[in-house]
């Protein structure tokens, strides 16, 4: 079954780079996903790769995939205020469509 | 495009209460997903709807929790009778046909006293 870990909490200053972690177990997940929760509000997302890929960026994101390990990594460059959120990385199973999700990893951005 | 559209936003209820949640998804998306946030955790799947039938509702506490999407448009999500426990926000997703992501609702917070 699917089953998502992730680190809680991180700080980074505005301008620096941060990277947040997240390890799956079902190692038939197709596709791997990044979303923001914003205080109050739902899920955006943010970006996903394909699980046959290494590496996907997309602008200040990169998303690195380590499908031996089963760890999902999400850095954002030039970390801004507006940055501040909870970060969730979510799996999807092989035939299945829907996501699971881990509990998620609230970064806070200090000025 | 227009967005999921959940509504009320917020409600407080007492429990043993009912409350119902309704949901709107993207037009067109054949798929429609209720997911439970509670507080500090991820989102779980509730149940999900293909067009006007269930495809997975494995963790819907069934003897309370019930959900319709009749015409395989909008969807109905409702706790008959609450728990404290069911205190979350509960959160309303649609996926196009063949489409790889879901597009999440800003959801319904629900408090029970």
């Known amino acids: 079954g699917e089953d998502v870990e992730q680190s809680l909490f991180l700080s980074v200053r505005e301008g620096d780079s941060s990277v947040i972690n997240c390890t799956y177990t079902d190692s038939s997940s197709t596709y791997l996903y990044w979303y923001k929760q914003e205080p109050g509000a739902g899920l955006q997302l943010l970006t996903y790769?394909?699980?046959?890929?290494d590496m996907k960026q997309d602008q200040r994101l990169t998303v690195l995939l380590n499908k031996k390990d089963k760890h999902l990594s999400l850095r954002i460059a030039d970390t801004q205020t507006g940055d501040s959120a909870i970060y969730f990385c979510?799996?999807?199973?092989?035939?299945?469509?829907?996501?699971?999700f881990g509990k998620g990893n609230q970064v806070v951005v200090i000025p | 495009e227009a967005g999921v559209a959940q509504s009320p936003r917020y409600k407080i209820i007492e429990k043993r209460q009912s409350v119902a949640f309704w949901c709107n998804p993207i037009?067109?998306?054949?798929?429609l997903y209720w997911y439970q946030q509670i507080l500090g955790q991820g989102p779980k799947l509730l149940i999900q709807?293909?067009?006007?039938?269930?495809?997975?509702d494995s963790q819907l506490p069934k003897d309370r929790f019930s959900a319709e999407r009749l015409k395989g448009v909008d969807s109905t999500l409702k706790i008959q009778p609450a728990k404290l426990e069911d205190s979350a926000v509960y959160l309303c997703?649609?996926?196009?046909?063949?489409?790889?992501?879901?597009?999440f609702g800003a959801g319904s917070r629900l408090t029970v006293l």
């Open positions: 709807f293909q067009n006007n039938g269930v495809v997975d």
């Open positions: 997703a649609s996926r196009g046909s063949g489409a790889n992501v879901l597009t």
């Open positions: 790769i394909f699980s046959n890929m």
């Open positions: 037009s067109g998306h054949a798929t």
């Open positions: 979510a799996e999807r199973a092989n035939g299945n469509n829907r996501l699971a």
